[in-house]
């Protein structure tokens, strides 16, 4: 079983729309989250940290639900420029585990 | 603006042909990391320096890929010989806590 398991999509949204990605862990022992935002033929770059308490920045909200062994992302009234492949990373240990990514494209 | 720097940014190269590709982290940044990228994988991790010490390569073909940490400014991935799965393109990044800094990328095919 894979460390980190996500949704590979493509989501294909409306501009304004929300919407969200979920990303699971195997390993309850996981300690620190986050999301990634890599754009086409860039690199990836950290978004936001994710918490048990939520993290909200403008648009973004992202969630620790460590009961069931996931993290999610959350994007209100998208836009387009928010089209990008999103990655969640799972830290365990000394160890950093990144999902496959998820597409996003938003659409005019 | 401190940024992470990797050189070649592109590389296109024969089968069979060494390939070395060369990342300059962060100062200060004193874990280093290798991944590579493709659309089947995902991004895969290679190998990754702790304070120049290798910590983990099991992600690395031992066969052909070899990672070094000359000093804390270079880190280098070699390929020898290359071959056409390895066409990917193969990020280096750099963290000190948490957070990973990664640089713009060596984009290789090998043909």
């Known amino acids: 079983r894979k460390e980190v398991e996500q949704d590979p999509g493509p989501f294909n949204v409306p501009e304004g729309a929300t919407v969200a990605f979920n990303c699971t862990y195997s390993n309850s022992a996981s300690q620190s989250f986050f999301w990634y935002r890599q754009d086409c033929r860039k690199e990836p770059k950290l978004l936001m940290s994710?918490?048990?308490s939520g993290n909200e920045d403008g648009r973004f909200t992202a969630q620790l639900n460590r009961a069931s062994q996931y993290i999610s992302l959350l994007i209100r009234d998208s836009k387009l420029s928010d089209s990008a492949t999103y990655l969640c990373?799972?830290?365990?240990?000394?160890?950093?585990?990144f999902g496959t990514g998820t597409s996003l494209t938003v659409i005019p | 603006d401190a940024r992470v720097t990797q050189t070649p940014r592109h590389k296109v190269t024969e089968m069979g042909q060494e390939v070395t590709m060369r990342c300059q982290p962060i100062l200060g940044h004193n874990t280093v990391f290798w991944y590579r990228q493709t659309m089947m994988q995902g991004l895969e991790l290679l190998a990754y320096f702790r304070n120049r010490a290798p910590l983990d390569d099991s992600g690395m073909p031992k066969d052909r890929f070899s990672a070094e940490m000359p000093d804390a400014t270079l880190a280098t991935l070699k390929i020898q010989p290359s071959e056409p799965r390895d066409s990917a393109v193969y990020f280096c990044a750099g963290s000190s806590y948490n957070e990973q800094f990664f640089g713009p990328g060596t984009r290789l095919t090998v043909l």
């Open positions: 990373v799972v830290i365990t240990g000394n160890q950093f585990y």
């Open positions: 994710v918490y048990s």
